[in-house]
T-cell receptor, first 109, second 113 residues
Framework: EDQVTQSPEALRLQEGESSSLNCSYTVSGLRGLFWYRQDPGKGPEFLFT???AGEEKEKERLKATLTKKESFLHITAPKPEDSATYLCAVTGTASKLTFGTGTRLQVTL | NAGVTQTPKFQVLKTGQSMTLQCAQDMNHNSMYWYRQDPGMGLRLIYYSASEGTTDKGEVPNGYNVSRLNKREFSLRLESAAPSQTSVYFC????????????FGPGTRLTVL
């Protein structure tokens, strides 16, 4: 059974204080690892897909990396508008997404 | 493009009542999905449709039925609602089934009393 564990559950940062969110996974035959952002009361919004160990992708202040056992979402000099829940998900040989429970990020002034 | 739309946004049911959640996408996607999101549980797949004319069970299908009405529309039906079905329901779509990004709707918040 595919499993995704995200840590920490919640993270509070000051504006400009860089940090990383962790997503560790066990999956039979990783086909893709996905990061989503979810704002309160809204549906998840796609951020990145990573397909193989060593791959990295960037978007504004966010950078996602992938190893054989985990992925990191690095947030550089965050702003209050980066506050959201960040979800990690994987697809394996079953071709269906398995989600983690997310990291709630709060960025304060 | 509206993307993925869901109706209704909110619904309150009594135990035993039935209802249908509607979902439509305008991206010409082949695959569509229904998830539920509960605190501390993450998003869990209820049913999915890999392509028009096909539907399959996901992780938590009990108590639900689905209909892929056409390529655009995928509905979720609760025949006899139970308090355990209180949740936020999300519909999603993707170009194909598999390792591609899914696009989510805004969700339906359902309370069963």
């Amino acid at each position: 059974e595919d499993q995704v564990t995200q840590s920490p559950e919640a993270l509070r940062l000051q504006e400009g204080e860089s940090s990383s969110l962790n997503c560790s996974y066990t999956v039979s035959g990783l086909r893709g690892l996905f990061w989503y952002r979810q704002d309160p009361g809204k549906g998840p919004e796609f951020l990145f897909t990573l397909y193989s160990a060593g791959e990295e992708k960037e978007k504004e202040r966010l950078k996602a990396t992938l190893t054989k056992k985990e992925s990191f979402l690095h947030i550089t000099a965050p702003k209050p508008e980066d506050s959201a829940t960040y979800l990690c998900a994987v697809t394996g040989t079953a071709s269906k997404l398995t989600f983690g429970t997310g990291t709630r990020l709060q960025v304060t002034l | 493009n509206a993307g993925v739309t869901q109706t209704p946004k909110f619904q309150v049911l009594k135990t035993g009542q039935s209802m249908t959640l509607q979902c439509a996408q305008d991206m010409n996607h082949n695959s569509m999905y229904w998830y539920r999101q509960d605190p501390g549980m993450g998003l869990r797949l209820i049913y999915y449709s890999a392509s028009e004319g096909t539907t399959d069970k996901g992780e938590v299908p009990n108590g639900y039925n689905v209909s892929r009405l056409n390529k655009r529309e995928f509905s979720l039906r609760l025949e006899s609602a139970a308090p355990s079905q209180t949740s936020v329901y999300f519909c999603a779509s993707s170009e194909v089934l598999g390792d591609v990004e899914q696009f989510f709707g805004p969700g339906t918040r359902l309370t069963v009393l």
